[in-house]
């Protein structure tokens, strides 16, 4: 049972079956104290139908119907045993074509973008560059209403080291705010899931991706998360020793860098898709998936995994639209908004 998998272990004697052990009957047997060396003719077999091997499927089917039965033995015009079949035999497997291992991704404002490092499919690289734009633009507002909070509350007699503490989280608060509602969220939930989707051998179909989780534990949102976990306690200078509020930034990152990223993504960078978002999803993760299986690259240089993630296209976007606000800035002669690193 335990090597094939297999419901029942047919039992018989000088070419003549004399019945089959189950789970059941073993679970017994072995329950009431038989000597697991103890020959079969010692348990209760139990007997269950026989089908000849040239009974189509559905006659099988409709004796596994009437009689609910895990099992069916299926013997010649001899009654010699052939073999057995169970009810999942009979369902049809469909022959699935090689999938990669792991998928990664970006969402776009345009689509879902998906990548193996060697393949992709998706949006083009143009949206990845209109994230990198879009992410630069809600960290610019979120910037300038912070800046409004803080003028405003110094004006009415807040504390400047007060303000120091609060307006750094509540910037992040305000980025995170608008990241949800923009259209990206409900992209990077559809990433999330078709990988998921991919990632687990199903099928690539609204009905089975819909069902797949939106929180995928390789988010670059984890990254993130974690990376300024570090830096807002290595830098809190409420604790003077710098060497403790570098041990603490440790401890509190490796502890809850990944369950915090998960909560993010839930509330915040991810969002459930609409029927659109979830179709765009679809369509990029089988566009990957053919072009894998006309070419599957297995291991990639480097130079080609980093630029197919996405990243230096988003930088690029991120980058240009800062560059267009400086060059606005120094020809209009206004006050600068943001500061280029």
């Known amino acids: 049972m335990r090597h094939y998998g297999s419901p029942v272990v047919p039992v018989h004697q000088n070419g003549h079956i004399l019945g089959v052990v189950t789970q059941a009957s073993l679970a017994h047997a072995l329950a009431v104290g038989l000597d697991p060396e103890a020959p079969l003719s010692t348990v209760a077999l139990e007997?269950?139908?026989?089908?000849?091997?040239?009974?189509?499927?559905?006659?099988a089917l409709r004796v596994f119907s009437e009689q609910r039965i895990s099992a069916l033995l299926v013997v010649d015009g001899g009654l010699s045993l052939v073999g057995i079949v169970t009810p999942a035999q009979l369902y049809p497997h469909a022959v699935r074509a090689q999938r990669p291992r792991m998928v990664g991704g970006m969402a776009t404002p345009f689509g879902v973008y998906l990548?193996?490092?060697?393949?992709?499919?998706?949006?083009?690289?143009?949206?990845?560059?209109a994230t990198g734009?879009?992410?630069?633009?809600?960290?610019?507002?979120?910037?300038?209403v912070t800046d409004g909070v803080g003028s405003w509350s110094a004006a009415r007699g807040v504390r400047a080291d007060v303000l120091m503490m609060v307006l750094p989280p509540l910037s992040t608060i305000f980025f995170l705010g608008l990241l949800r509602i923009s259209p990206v969220a409900g992209y990077h939930a559809a990433e999330h899931m078709v990988v998921h989707a991919i990632e687990r051998g199903e099928n690539l179909v609204p009905e089975v991706v819909s069902r797949m989780p939106r929180v995928h534990p390789r988010c670059g949102t984890n990254i993130a998360v974690g990376a300024s976990l570090f830096l807002g306690i290595s830098g809190w200078t409420v604790i003077p020793d710098p060497e403790l509020r570098l041990i603490l930034a440790v401890l509190v990152t490796m502890t809850i860098w990944r369950p915090l990223g998960s909560l993010v993504q839930y509330?915040?960078?991810?969002?459930?898709?609409?029927?659109?978002?979830?179709?765009?999803?679809?369509?990029?993760?089988?566009?990957?998936?053919?072009?894998?299986?006309?070419?599957?690259?297995?291991?990639?240089?480097?130079?080609?995994?980093?630029?197919?993630?996405?990243?230096?296209q988003i930088m690029g976007g991120s980058l240009g639209c800062a560059l267009v606000l400086e060059l606005i800035t120094w020809l209009f002669k206004l006050p600068r908004i943001i500061e280029l690193v």
Not at 47 to 59: F, H, N, V
């Open 47 to 59: 007997q269950i139908p026989m089908l000849y091997a040239s009974a189509s499927g559905s006659e």
């Open 115 to 129: 990548t193996t490092g060697a393949q992709s499919g998706g949006v083009n690289r143009w949206a990845l560059a």
């Open 133 to 144: 734009a879009l992410l630069f633009a809600l960290v610019l507002v979120a910037q300038l």
């Open 267 to 312: 509330y915040a960078t991810t969002r459930p898709p609409n029927q659109k978002q979830l179709a765009a999803g679809i369509r990029a993760g089988e566009q990957l998936l053919s072009r894998y299986q006309r070419a599957p690259i297995l291991a990639p240089n480097g130079w080609v995994r980093i630029y197919n993630s996405g990243i230096l």
